[in-house]
């Protein structure tokens, strides 16, 4: 258990909807970072938050965004849902912005599923 | 950004043999930070090991080793007395060590290994 915790495991919509993706990161990490992987494009790196701030953006289209609260933790939020934003979302979290052994720790993932 | 390739979609290896696992990647740093990552079928990412490009010694976690080439920007891992709960895809994942990258992690597009009794 890496003690960062995603919800929900697993979702199904259809397409034009909107889905929220929840993340506690490991007590005391103040990183969190969204990634999306798929089975043509692997592991994509979407966007990072440092305690409440965006820090850092990758491949993250505009119809997604995310947010990090005062508690630490991260929403993503997916919009306007096309077949190939069907994936699973990993959430990572480190403790600082320079975690110094530069490892990430990761959730179990959300499963979504665009019909 | 920093390119990881792993040219080894799927391997296969019989239990307590050894298997390597290529990684190369393309980066004109000189600080950074390289991984291996497993993703057994429960799909957790696990970290397997680490090696920082400052240290010239290879990094070794108990049946795991890396053979870190830094001229050659080389990061294979070796996999030694396999066990069946090594079958898992293995991910090569690079971090900068340059200060205003946000320190996000570039992966791989992994290689599956398969271990056979």
């Known amino acids: 258990d890496s003690g960062v915790t995603q919800t929900p495991k697993h979702l199904i919509t259809a397409t034009g909807q909107r889905v929220t993706l929840r993340c506690s990161p490991r007590s005391g990490d103040l990183s969190v970072y969204w990634y999306q992987q798929s089975l043509d494009q692997g592991l994509q790196f979407l966007i990072q938050?440092?305690?409440?701030?965006?820090?850092a953006k990758g491949n993250i289209l505009e119809r997604f965004s995310a947010q990090q609260f005062p508690d630490l933790h991260s929403e993503l939020n997916l919009s306007s849902l096309e077949l190939g934003d069907s994936a699973l979302y990993f959430c990572?979290?480190?403790?600082?912005?320079?975690?110094?052994?530069?490892?990430?720790?990761f959730g179990e993932g959300s499963r979504l599923t665009v019909l | 950004a920093q390119t990881v390739t792993q040219s080894q979609p799927e391997m296969s290896v019989q239990e307590a043999e050894t298997v390597t696992l290529s990684c190369t990647y393309d980066t004109s740093e000189s600080d950074y930070y390289l991984f291996w990552y497993k993703q057994p079928p429960s799909r957790q990412m696990i970290l397997v090991i680490r090696?920082?490009?400052?240290?010239?010694q290879n990094a070794t976690e108990n049946r795991f080793s890396v053979n870190f080439q830094k001229a050659a920007k080389s990061f294979s891992l070796k996999i030694s007395d396999s066990q069946l709960g090594d079958a898992a895809m293995y991910f090569c994942a690079y971090r900068s060590g340059v200060t205003n990258s946000g320190y996000a992690l570039n992966f791989g597009k992994g290689t599956s290994l398969l271990v056979t009794p």
């Open positions: 938050y440092y305690n409440g701030e965006e820090r």
């Open positions: 090696q920082e490009a400052y240290k010239q």
């Open positions: 990572a979290s480190s403790w600082g912005l320079a975690a110094n052994t530069g490892e990430l720790f």
